[in-house]
């Protein structure tokens, strides 16, 4: 069965600062991983994706992520935060049964905070 | 921008009623699914759908939990008999094409309260 642990449920950053929020998964297949975020009052909004390929995935507002496959991470990073960035960051994992159906496995969360 | 438009935004209802929680899906869109976050909770799968027919369910989603999509454009899930750990937010989503050839696009959730 696919899994995702979130280390830190709770991350604080200065504005500016590096934001790096850390994801491992376990999966029996090569996986397909996510980032999710959350903002107050709203649905779960797609960051980035990696599927195959590259292992360094681009996503929006300046995210990127990179896949490992020796350590399981696929960490999420941001060279410099923003204020806006104070969101709940979701990591997931799928699993695509027979009828291409994606089911996310998702971790617990993590919560950023921006300090100004 | 098309979205996944979810109502309502909020449901209390007292234990033991039946509940269903509404969502229209982007348009052309074929694959759906809810997702439930109990409070401080990972988002945990309930049900996956697919040409009108469940193609997985979780442990959770047991006989009190159903869905469907009566009309072509909303897709509901209806829980026959609420309990009080039912209580949770409810996420609606969709995809245009399965197999991880496409983005899954969330709704912003039905917080349901039970009573």
């Known amino acids: 069965a696919q899994s995702v642990t979130q280390l830190g449920s709770h991350v604080s950053v200065s504005e500016g600062a590096l934001v790096l929020l850390r994801c491992n998964y376990s999966?029996?297949?090569?996986?397909?991983l996510f980032w999710y975020v959350q903002y107050p009052n709203q649905g779960l909004q797609l960051l980035l994706k990696y599927t195959t390929g590259a292992t360094l995935v681009k996503g929006i507002n300046g995210f990127e992520a990179e896949f490992k496959k020796s350590e399981t991470s696929f960490h999420l990073t941001k060279p410099s935060a923003h204020m806006s960035d104070a969101a709940e960051y979701f990591c997931?994992?799928?699993?695509?049964?027979?009828?291409?159906?994606?089911?996310?496995?998702f971790g617990t969360g993590t919560r950023l905070t921006i300090i100004p | 921008e098309p979205e996944v438009t979810q109502t309502p935004s909020h449901q209390v209802t007292q234990m033991g009623q039946e509940v269903i929680l509404r969502c229209v899906p982007i348009s052309n869109h074929l694959y759906f699914y809810w997702y439930r976050q109990i409070l401080g909770q990972k988002v945990e799968f309930l049900v996956s759908?697919?040409?009108?027919?469940?193609?997985?369910k979780s442990e959770i989603f047991d006989d009190q939990f159903s869905v469907e999509r009566p009309d072509g454009s909303n897709f509901t899930l209806k829980i026959r008999s609420t309990k009080l750990e039912d209580s949770a937010m409810y996420f609606c989503a969709s995809a245009e094409r399965g197999g991880g050839r496409s983005e899954a696009f969330f709704g912003q959730g039905t917080r349901l309260t039970v009573v």
């Open positions: 999966s029996s297949v090569p996986p397909y």
């Open positions: 759908f697919y040409n009108n027919e469940i193609s997985e």
């Open positions: 997931a994992v799928s699993d695509i049964n027979s009828f291409g159906n994606e089911k996310l496995t």
